[in-house]
């Protein structure tokens, strides 16, 4: 059996910092798993997590953002149903006016206490995880390993 890697991907916690309490960015996903996500999608070869996330961030939402740190990283087996992915994921600052495109069937702000219910993959674990981070200064923790 050939050697298997988990896929990288990335996803970016949009602050858009030109509004009332920095609401973030969620598109509307236009291609299954159906519902609501961060920006994000897949590092290209060649492409730097950075770089990626910049790039993602501008194709779905046609914002520029600054990145202003890596906040975790994801890698849960069954975080991507269609196959095993692992996200770093990244905080990032915008302002402007974001429009849905490309996988990005529709875009919506929204406060971080009043999230859509249907949120795809782990997307539920990283938002609760950031309003943690947000409010109360508490990063995630790392999960327990057990052999």
């Known amino acids: 059996m050939p050697h298997r890697n988990p896929i990288p991907t990335v996803d970016i916690i949009i602050e858009m910092w030109d509004r009332p309490n920095c609401p973030i960015v969620l598109i509307e996903r236009k291609n299954p798993p159906y519902g609501w996500a961060l920006p994000g999608g897949f590092v ?47 905080i990032a600052t915008a302002i402007g006016d974001p429009k849905a495109a490309d996988d990005a069937q529709t875009l919506e702000l929204f406060e971080p206490w009043q999230l859509p219910k249907k949120l795809c993959f782990d997307h539920h674990q990283i938002l609760n995880d950031y309003q943690q981070y947000r409010y109360h200064h508490r990063r995630p923790n790392l999960p327990l390993i057990t052999s």
Not at 54 to 81: G, K, M, N, W
Request: charged residues 30%.
């Open 44 to 90: 290209d070869y060649g492409e730097s997590v950075e770089s990626a996330a910049i790039r993602e961030a501008q194709e779905e939402t046609c914002l520029s953002v600054d990145l202003l740190e890596q906040f975790h990283v994801y890698s849960s087996p069954d975080r991507d149903s269609r196959q095993h992915t692992l996200s770093i994921v990244f």
